[in-house]
Each structure stands twice: as structure tokens, then as C-alpha cells.
């Protein structure tokens, strides 16, 4: 009977074992369970907070670029009259007055545009934190378009600023009446006759003309064009 007694205790003392491995089980599973649920609503969260901030963030960039656009193609409309008084001083521009052509010659050697344009958008998009939605891969290509035609810019500019201070520094060389002309800002007869007719002189302002209407010009229309593109992409496309 005693032998009877102790199996039977083992038998209910394994079977306690079982239903508390059992119930441990359950527990950890519940556990677990309880996390992924908490783990997967602090990541519901996280992702709506985040989409709404680059939902924000696509709108700022849209009113930013849009502002930008402004500004090159009034840049543009800048560089065309700076082409228009190049070709008047070059002879190649009909119906200029001569008065304007005195005008233009006298100027034009000191005469620089320079594109004037903040890198806030490109800033912005930089700084932010950015989703997987093609409204964010637009704002990434989009940044890297400015940071290259930035650089485009910066170079042709620095081109265009060595060949003015090179004509520049010709004639300060050579003439008599430079320090009157940069004092004073009076180009006599004799500042007049050479900016018209020096061939030297004429050659370069040529040159300067080649750069600001064939090359940055280019540079200029590549850009803004590249900007109205996504533009269009940023408008048509959400944070999904």
C-alpha cells in the first residue's frame, strides 16, 4: 500500500510539474504576445508621425522651390539683357542708341550677375527625416540636383570673375585714365575710344559674353528646368 501511496504522490507531483510548465508557457507567451502588440503599435505610431512630418515637409519644400523657380527665371531675364547690351557694344545689336551704346560701353566691363539663391531647400531636405515614400526619394534627388548645379554655378562664376579682373587689370596697366574711370566712375574721350575700339579690349568682352550667354546661360536653363520637373513630382506624389 506504502508503495501504492508513493507512486501515486509522483504521479500527482509530474502532473503538477506539467501544469505549471504549462502554465508558464502561457505565460511567456502572453508576455511576448503583449510586446509585439506594444512594439507594434509604438511603430504604427512612429511611422504615422513620420509620415506626417515628411507630409509637412513635402509642402515647405513645394512653397521653397516654387519661390526658387521665381528667382532663376528672373536671373534668366537678367542674363538675356546682359546678352542684349553685350551685342549692342559688339556691334551685332540694331537699333541701339548711340547714347545707350556710350552707356553700355562704359559700364559693362565692371557689369557682373551673379545668381542669388539660398540653399535653405536643399538644407531642409537634409536635416530632415526622411520615409520610404517616392515624395521623400523626389526630395533626395532633388537636393542633390542643387548641390550639383550649385557647384555648376559656382564654378562658371569664378571663370567669369577671373576673365573680368584679367580685362580689368589689362587696363589698369595700360591706360592713363583708369584711376579716373574707377575713382571717379567718368569714362573721358580717350576711356571711351579705347573700350569701343581696342580689339584686345573688344576680344575679351566677347569672351565675357561667350560665358554668361552660352555657358552659364546653359547651366542656368538646365536648372531651372530640373527644378520644375520635381516640382511636378512633389506635387503629384504623397507620403505613401
Known amino acids: 500500500m506504502k508503495l501504492f501511496n508513493k507512486e501515486r504522490f509522483k504521479f500527482v507531483e509530474g502532473k ?12 511567456i507567451i502572453l508576455v511576448v504576445v503583449g510586446i509585439l502588440i506594444a ?17 509637412a515637409l513635402r509642402v515647405q519644400v513645394i512653397k521653397n522651390l516654387e519661390n526658387d523657380i521665381t528667382k532663376v527665371t528672373r536671373f534668366q531675364d537678367k542674363l538675356e539683357t546682359l546678352n542684349q547690351n553685350y551685342l549692342a557694344i559688339l ?3 540694331k537699333n541701339t542708341p548711340q547714347a545707350t551704346i556710350e552707356r553700355l560701353t562704359a559700364m559693362l566691363p565692371f557689369k557682373i550677375e551673379v545668381l542669388s539663391l539660398r540653399k535653405s531647400t536643399m538644407n531642409l531636405i537634409d536635416n530632415a527625416e526622411l520615409n520610404t515614400s517616392k ?13 550639383v548645379y550649385l557647384a555648376d554655378i559656382s564654378d562658371i562664376e569664378a571663370v567669369i570673375f577671373e576673365a573680368m579682373s584679367a580685362n580689368l587689370k589689362s587696363v589698369e596697366e595700360t591706360q592713363d585714365w583708369y584711376v579716373e574711370f574707377v575713382t571717379d566712375f567718368n569714362c573721358n574721350s580717350d576711356c571711351f575710344n579705347y573700350l569701343a575700339t581696342d580689339k584686345g579690349h573688344i576680344a575679351r568682352m566677347a569672351s565675357l559674353r561667350f560665358l554668361y550667354d552660352d555657358q552659364y546661360s546653359q547651366i542656368i536653363d538646365g536648372f531651372k528646368n530640373d527644378l ?6 512633389l506635387k503629384t506624389s504623397g507620403v505613401n
Open 39 to 55: 512594439v507594434s503599435i509604438n511603430s504604427y505610431s512612429n511611422t504615422a508621425s513620420l509620415n506626417k512630418a515628411n507630409d
Open 91 to 93: 556691334g551685332r545689336s
Open 135 to 147: 515624395a521623400a526619394a523626389g526630395m533626395l534627388n532633388l537636393s542633390n540636383t542643387y548641390k
Open 16 to 27: 503538477r510539474l506539467k501544469n505549471y510548465l504549462i502554465y508558464a508557457l502561457g505565460e
Open 228 to 233: 520644375e520637373f520635381y516640382l511636378d513630382v
